[in-house]
């Protein structure tokens, strides 16, 4: 039997630990023949898993609080990518400087929070709606500065601000954690989802995923070389110099111990619930920590 | 007046977050006159922090544990390095593939407890003491297997591992953690250390190095290039390909958080039990998350 797993975006750099699951046989040892897919839309993902057309997803923790609101039961059982800074990302060269600046631009955002979360933010600075635009971008971000599409757009610092920098020159990045006084940046972490049904009838199929995971996690950071070889034989487009720094950049984020952090999720449920795309800032339904596998050990332990 | 900082080891690619706060004035901000020293013998470390003769030191879990055994009361308050993967390191063309090939060969080793550890290992295999040869190398096991002074040393694998196979070609690592059933590679976690009397007496200057380490920490992360180039500004003998490698090995490593784990303070309390070195298991003496900063936020928030 096939379990299918929908990543939040296209094949990129800080997937590499699922990916190097995956070829290195590390899921198939636990018995979990995962099927990797990418999504057209990444605003898809929380509907796709909360209606179980598939068994596993990523997403981020408002995108868990707005899907429990309307009826989705996602519930994160581990964290992929902790705390990446996420905020708006320019060229330099586009003269922004501060985020009052942005008046009178064009914005690109992912999907629905990206933009409520703009809006909130313009509100905040005395920035009318009708004082700039909004551009849905989807996961082109990068291309959409790039083309001149858009003057600003919602990104990662280690991966479309990395990127755009390698390819276009100086960037800036006005962080969202900071602007909104979240006082941390774990607004974009990274989270393995599923149904609450399905983790609770199939807790071996978790356990299984988390277990590889931990392998290709553990692979990936002690053999970082090697690790993004192996993602890029499996996608060829990543293979490129600003692929590269995007990967190097996203090492310090990979949640080595795969957990999911009880602070983070208090403040960023505050803040859904601030931003008005949940009701609920209780976090207990949202996540559990009973699937964080201990390390593997690959060698039997000397007699003690 | 000046506070000082004595390092676990000469300055390499994973002290980059110290010296990039001292360089940038995140400590001079936090009012932290940081004087950072690196030190000739690493076995020197505790008793220097023991008896107040520098405030502040770097050192691991099981020093921790027996310093406080041997009457220098020092506690940490926070980590820099998370669980860096240290064992055996040799080179594959030693023919050394298992445990008990190390078997009539000359062993590297830093200081006292790498010896306790080997000596422990040794055992449970099978080898007497008089079928392997110890030689103390303090911090230069690469030169020493380089030169042939060893066969193997014990080593972290995002530092001498990658420096040695950068410099001499495949090299291979038998885990501490593995081979003694630890369950976690915190052995050799790389924590901040204080005289307990000291945190006691001035816990602002302990608040003030966590504050700045916070943001050097983050730099590094958010901008690994810019800070690797600082840390070599400060220390030239690092600007070569071996160490920049090492450093961005390092990169997963990093304690974002600077916290203390309760889980792996537990598991080397029973090893450091279990290798004599300290009759108390319990780490409750042994450090503090009370000095764990919140994230430096650079920027006001908007109004909300």
């Known amino acids: ?11 990129n750099p800080y997937h590499t630990p699922l990916y190097v699951a995956k070829a290195l046989g590390f899921f198939d040892d636990c018995g979990l023949d995962l099927a990797i897919l990418q999504p057209a839309n990444p605003s898809d993902v929380t509907q796709i898993v909360g209606t179980q057309k598939a068994d596993f997803g990523l997403k981020a923790m408002i995108h868990c609080y707005a899907a429990r609101e309307r009826g989705y039961p996602i519930k994160s059982f581990g964290t992929l990518l902790d705390e990446p800074p ?42 009318a709606p009708s004082d700039y635009e909004m551009v849905r971008v989807g996961m082109h971000a990068v291309d959409a500065i790039a083309r001149g599409r858009v003057d600003a757009a919602m990104g990662i610092a280690c991966f479309q601000q990395v990127e755009l920098e390698s390819r276009c020159g100086p960037t800036d990045l006005l962080r969202v954690d900071e602007l909104a006084g979240l006082g941390c940046c774990c607004f974009c972490s990274v989270l393995l989802i599923a149904h609450e049904n399905f983790i609770a009838s199939d807790p071996d199929r978790v356990h299984a995923l988390m277990q590889g995971l931990q392998r290709g996690m553990a692979y990936t950071q002690e053999s970082p070389d090697e690790a993004f070889e192996i993602m890029c034989d499996h996608n060829p487009h990543l293979r490129d110099d600003a692929f590269k720094k995007v990967f190097v950049s996203c090492l310090p984020y990979f949640s080595r111990r795969l957990e999911n952090v009880e602070r983070d999720w208090n403040k960023v449920g505050k803040y859904a619930q601030h931003l008005g795309v949940s009701k609920e ?18 060698h039997a332990a000397l007699p003690s």
């Open 281 to 298: 800032a209780d976090p207990s339904a949202c996540y559990t920590n009973a699937f964080v596998p201990e390390p593997h050990v690959r």
């Open 1 to 11: 039997m096939k379990t299918t797993l929908v990543l939040n975006w296209f094949a």
């Open 86 to 127: 996420t905020g708006l990302l320019f060229l330099q060269e586009s003269g922004i400087k501060e985020f009052k600046d942005l008046k009178g631009k064009r914005i690109g955002f992912v999907g629905e929070f990206g933009k409520i979360i703009f809006d909130d933010l313009a509100k905040r600075a005395g920035i």
